[in-house]
């Protein structure tokens, strides 16, 4: 009996396993409107289309909250997005790339994305094509640049 409910309690939780491992974290000393713009200009300069930033604390403040900066910059490359939805349509669901740029409670600010290789895991081919190791590449390099 203790078995089945260490079992049962097991199942339970596995949904939750490896979460926080989907998501990649670069620190920097920037605040964040400043990595932001340092990530936004290295964007352009890989030659990827900014759709959107998103100020999360701007949204809250509208509302009469408060969370500390954190903003969302929404990007894409058809060179490296295409592929992917030629291989598996479904990859649009996972695109544009985002990346998060936030101050956490202790006041280090981060650069946080998903990586595709997980977020697309469901999607085999897609999971094993070329063109996610580029998206993984094209993630670390743009966000280290950011933090610099």
Do not use: C
């Not at 939805?85 to 956490?104: H, N």
Request: charged fraction near 20%; hydrophobic fraction near 50%; charge should be negative.
């Amino acid at each position: 009996m203790q078995n089945l409910f260490l079992a049962t309690a097991l199942l339970l939780a596995a949904p939750t396993w490896g979460l926080a491992d989907d998501i990649i974290k670069v620190n920097t000393a920037k605040p964040v409107s400043e990595a932001m713009d340092a990530l936004e200009a290295a964007v352009g300069e890989a030659g990827a289309t900014v759709f959107a930033r998103i100020d999360h604390a701007a949204g809250a403040e509208k509302v009469g909250q408060t969370i500390p900066a954190n903003q969302v910059l929404i990007f894409g490359n058809p060179a490296l997005g295409t592929p992917a939805m030629q291989i598996d349509p479904r990859a649009g669901l996972f695109l544009p790339l985002k990346v998060q740029v936030y101050e956490d409670a202790d006041g280090q600010v981060w650069l946080a994305y998903e990586d595709p290789k997980e977020t697309m895991d469901e999607l085999d081919d897609v999971e094993k094509s070329p063109v996610v190791e580029k998206m993984r590449g094209a993630l670390g390099k743009l966000t280290s640049v950011a933090a610099q």
